[in-house]
T-cell receptor, first 110, second 114 residues
Framework: GNSVTQMEGPVTLSEEAFLTINCTYT??????LFWYVQYPGEGLQLLLK?????DKGSNKGFEATYRKETTSFHLEKGSVQVSDSAVYFC?????????FGAGTILRVKS | DTAVSQTPKYLVTQMGNDKSIKCEQN?????MYWYKQDSKKFLKIMFS???????INETVPNRFSPKSPDKAHLNLHINSLELGDSAVYFC?????????????FGEGSWLTVV
């Protein structure tokens, strides 16, 4: 079945550092891809998405590009802030549901 | 205005009890879901309903029974609660199906069984 693999965390960075969280997927066909973020004690919010190959999703300084050749959707941000500390989930749509990766905890220190 | 709202947000209860979590969405979506997040943050779908009809049931014990009185509501009832049911339960909704469409999540219900 379809699945998503994310890099294990926690990822600890200093403020203003460059962020990459790796995400690769296994799927039949070309699913839509998503990044969701969960801030401490809160629910899941959509961060960005891409619905076809070579699409780039972007929001709040984060971006990810749908790479069909490498089946990847890595999340990047040029300069992280303390307020970006959260759990980040990569996901793909599989029929009528989302399949999530295991989540990556990001900690940003001032 | 909260798009997907679920109550209660926190629930502590004893083993063997029966409890319900309610969910309502005001987005006009046709599809609603319940997801479970375990202590390691792993998220897995439990159920999906489209226009009040069950379309996904992911090998969930039959102590869990979803009920959709109308397409804006999807409640989750849990019988005979066990310690392993402690988790965060997320309600969600999307326009018909999830293919390419964003799924909107509620804020979660933190269930602790003692």
């Amino acid at each position: 079945g379809n699945s998503v693999t994310q890099m294990e965390g926690p990822v600890t960075l200093s403020e203003e550092a460059f962020l990459t969280i790796n995400c690769t997927y296994t799927a039949t066909g070309y699913p839509s891809l998503f990044w969701y973020v969960q801030y401490p004690g809160e629910g899941l919010q959509l961060l960005l998405k891409a619905t076809k190959a070579d699409d780039k999703g972007s929001n709040k300084g984060f971006e990810a590009t749908y790479r069909k050749e490498t089946t990847s959707f890595h999340l990047e941000k040029g300069s992280v802030q303390v307020s970006d500390s959260a759990v980040y989930f990569c996901a793909l749509n599989d029929g009528n549901k989302l399949v999530f990766g295991a989540g990556t905890i990001l900690r940003v220190k001032s | 205005d909260t798009a997907v709202s679920q109550t209660p947000k926190y629930l502590v209860t004893q083993m063997g009890n029966d409890k319900s979590i309610k969910c309502e969405q005001n987005l006009g979506h046709d599809t609603m879901y319940w997801y479970k997040q375990d202590s390691k943050k792993f998220l897995k779908i439990m159920f999906s309903y489209n226009n009040k009809e069950l379309i996904i049931n992911e090998t969930v014990p039959n102590r869990f029974s979803p009920k959709s009185p109308d397409k804006a509501h999807l409640n989750l009832h849990i019988n005979s609660l066990e310690l392993g049911d402690s988790a965060v339960y997320f309600c969600a909704s999307s326009p018909e199906g999830s293919s390419g469409n964003t799924i909107y999540f509620g804020e979660g219900s933190w269930l602790t069984v003692v």
